[in-house]
């Protein structure tokens, strides 16, 4: 499944039937925060302290390794959907995933699409960056949707937080918005959510997102567009 590569990254190849017998992570950690990724791209993103103020979920599910921080790309004419990373959607072809000191990236090919996921955090600011590049190698014109989706936590568990965050989007600056003014310890603190592109549709509902009932392998949202 993966081994080390002549540069010291452990790279490793995963498709819908080929996964390690456990999650295979990698830590990225700096003074003001960090992540844990595994190589289906799940994992927890946390600013200051990783137990007390994680901005996305610690599942500790090593079985179902759930996935709370996704991007999707979807074929406008179509409507198919997969994942830069090989969580949620499941996607043929393999993902050929490279943890390396201070980043994680995926590389996929989907119909004549090929994508490269690198995943990052500055030293010296909580930020998760992650830089999608995109190849259209199929001969003929494309036109894709980016859709980026974050479960909140802000603080130390869900359950018990998700009553408390509050969102809202901010045009000027294209920017989804989330607090928790619930903790006394946090209530000055921002997470936000940025894309380098221009924002044409957003939602802070989660329900509405995913659908009754639904999952992140199928979301309604993008159930709608097909």
Excluded at 55 to 62: A, G, I, Q, S
Excluded at 127 to 144: D, E, F, M, P, T
Aim: a negative charge; charged letters at 20%.
């Amino acid at each position: 499944i993966g081994a080390l590569t002549p540069e010291n990254d452990y790279l490793i190849t995963v498709d819908r039937t080929t996964v390690p017998p456990a999650p295979w992570v990698n830590i990225i950690a700096y003074p003001h925060g960090g992540f844990v990724v595994s190589e289906r791209g799940a994992g927890c993103t946390w600013a200051e302290n990783a137990y007390f103020y994680r901005l996305t979920p610690w599942h500790n599910d090593p079985v179902g390794d759930p996935i709370s921080d996704v991007l999707y790309l979807q074929e406008a004419e179509t409507g198919d959907l997969w994942s830069a990373t090989p969580a949620p959607v499941p996607s043929t072809g393999p993902y050929r995933v490279r943890h390396a000191p201070g980043q994680s990236t995926f590389e996929h090919d989907h119909d004549g699409i090929h994508t490269d996921l690198l995943l990052g955090m500055p030293d010296d600011a909580a930020v998760k960056i992650a830089v999608l590049r995109i190849h259209n190698s199929s001969g003929r014109r494309r036109r894709l949707t980016l859709t980026s989706f974050v479960e909140w936590t802000l603080g130390a568990r869900r359950e018990q937080t998700q009553f408390h965050v509050h969102t809202r989007f901010a045009a000027s600056e294209q920017t989804l918005i989330a607090q928790n003014h619930f903790d006394p310890s946090f209530t000055d603190w921002t997470a936000f959510l940025a894309t380098s592109e221009a924002v044409t549709s957003h939602s802070a509902n989660r329900l509405n997102f995913i659908g009754p009932m639904g999952d992140l392998e199928n979301p309604a949202a993008l159930r709608a567009t097909a």
